[in-house]
């Protein structure tokens, strides 16, 4: 009612804008599209009519680019001075320069103007966290987007942080505010069952006390997929990819700690053949694993097929042996003591961060499966998909390279660069940073290219770059057990939100 009630174009923005940043959006989701839709048709409304407010001309150009509409960033042109520099009439509009700090982040390849109005919103914005500022809530605001851009966010676990921050606007609407909390605590519900679920199967599974050498890291994977799949009825999407995010843990660590070359080879070639009886070649440890994965496979792919009618068996054990053998190149790098270049690094270290069987699976949670979409990930390599890996790998190999080499692990991009350029550590970490940040303008750009996928799974995609970005954010959040991972498990899954008394 309120979207459809409200008249000022401005006001309908803040309103899907809050609805979003508290994890309401989808429930309002037809509501939403038919409000920007209409605000796209008619863009004589708020940035015709605010050509000197910042603020609502930013949030526009931000929620429709989020939402897969085109708008120019020549929209920003009239607060922008002679040399490019943004109008010192400006300096200390803070809230106008943190929506277009954030709406930066939605930029294209090619768009020089917006890359450097986020340099300069960015120094101005760290200004406005060392003055005294009254308005707290707009302080926690800029001091959130400078640590990562909310494009670059969660939105369900952003959705709880926001829920406490919103509470200290002064402007806040009451009824929003207690909706979100109802929300948030009915969702953490549902995902008490999913983990009930997983954590029993995971018990019976029994693979962390046969493989004791391998990562327990149930919840973390966990966490993974509720970051991904957010959609609360979607629990069977969940456990499923929690099922394969936890196997992939369990045979990362075969190939990277424990099997010798020889096995690993071996254990490749069974994966491919996809025969049971072969695996009698396997030392002991590998049999449990190749079994529990033949077994998870055949399952998904029976329930598929008995549901939407595609045998997907081909499909998942083409991901599965993709995977395995990219796992053996980097084997075959660490036994020989090979140092890749950067380039040949990223052609199989894209496969290797196992993103195309994550988001094979999650493609098939979405129960919106064709053969043309099946074909399309399995042989063409999308773009979205592929660029979504290429962040994963980076920000894995930024969070967790310094320990995986202690470890005995492969050179990583950072070691592979620095070897290939003759940088320091600092230099590389630096670079690695601008190529997510270039490509995530390849990302921005596929979310409006037309391709077999539904806006659900390519919003997945999205998601699944988010949590890596989250989760090594600051060093190892999935592989380390620390504070970080304990306190977002707790507050998604264990403590309710109070409403306000």
């Not at 080879?265 to 994965?293: G, S």
């Not at 940088?423 to 590389?428: D, I, K, V």
């Amino acid at each position: 009612m309120m979207l459809e009630n409200e008249v000022d174009p401005l006001e309908k923005l803040e309103l899907i804008d809050t609805i979003q940043r508290l994890g309401l959006s989808y429930d309002f989701g037809d509501e939403i599209k038919k409000t920007l839709k209409n605000i796209s048709i008619d863009r004589s409304t708020t940035v015709a009519r605010d050509k000197d407010n910042l603020y609502a001309t930013a949030l526009e150009f931000r929620l429709l680019r989020q939402h897969g509409y085109k708008v120019n960033q020549d929209v920003f042109a009239c607060f922008m001075d002679d040399v490019g520099n943004i109008k010192a009439s400006l300096n200390q509009d803070y809230k106008g320069l943190l929506n277009l700090y954030e709406a930066s982040y939605h930029l294209l390849e090619g768009e020089t103007m917006l890359e450097n109005a986020r340099e300069l919103a960015a120094k101005l914005l760290k200004q406005c966290l060392k003055e005294n500022n009254d308005n707290q809530y707009l302080w926690m605001l800029v001091e959130h987007a400078l640590e990562l851009p909310l494009h670059w966010r969660i939105p369900r676990f952003e959705a709880g942080w926001f829920i406490d921050v919103y509470e200290k606007n002064k402007e806040k609407n009451p009824i929003l505010l207690e909706l979100a909390i109802l929300d948030y605590n009915i969702v953490q519900s549902m995902h008490q069952d999913d983990l009930r679920y997983v954590s029993a199967w995971w018990k019976e599974l029994g693979l962390d006390k046969r493989m004791s050498f391998a990562r327990d890291r149930l919840m973390e994977n966990f966490l993974w997929s509720v970051g991904m799949i957010i959609n609360p009825q979607n629990g069977k999407g969940r456990r499923i990819q929690t099922k394969v995010n936890s196997l992939i843990t369990i045979i990362d660590d075969v190939y990277d700690v424990y099997g010798t070359l020889d096995e690993l080879e071996l254990f490749t070639d069974v994966v491919e053949r996809w025969d049971i009886n072969a695996i009698q070649k396997l030392p002991n440890h590998m049999k449990i694993c190749y079994h529990a994965l033949y077994n998870s496979i055949n399952e998904m792919a029976f329930d598929t097929l008995k549901e939407q009618g595609i045998d997907v068996l081909p499909f998942l054990i083409k991901l599965w042996t993709n995977l395995c053998k990219s796992y053996l190149v980097e084997a075959k790098w660490y036994y020989t003591g090979y140092t890749p270049t950067l380039q040949e690094y990223m052609n199989n270290a894209w496969i290797s961060v196992s993103g195309c069987v994550i988001l094979g699976y999650s493609y098939l949670a979405t129960g919106s499966i064709t053969e043309e979409g099946l074909h399309h990930i399995q042989e063409c390599h999308p773009n979205i998909i592929y660029w979504s890996c290429i962040i994963v790998r980076f920000a894995d190999d930024l969070g967790t390279s310094s320990y995986e080499l202690k470890r005995g692990d492969v050179p990583k991009s950072i070691q592979c660069y620095m070897n290939e350029s003759g940088t320091s550590e600092e230099e590389a970490r630096g670079h690695i940073r601008k190529l997510i940040d270039a490509t995530w303008k390849k990302m921005n750009e596929e979310q409006t290219t037309k391709s077999p996928f539904s806006q659900t799974f390519i919003e997945i995609v999205m998601d699944f770059t988010r949590v890596a970005l989250l989760l090594y954010q600051n060093g190892d959040g999935f592989g380390i057990e620390g504070n970080e991972t304990k306190d977002r498990v707790l507050s998604l899954f264990i403590n309710p939100i109070s409403l306000p008394k």
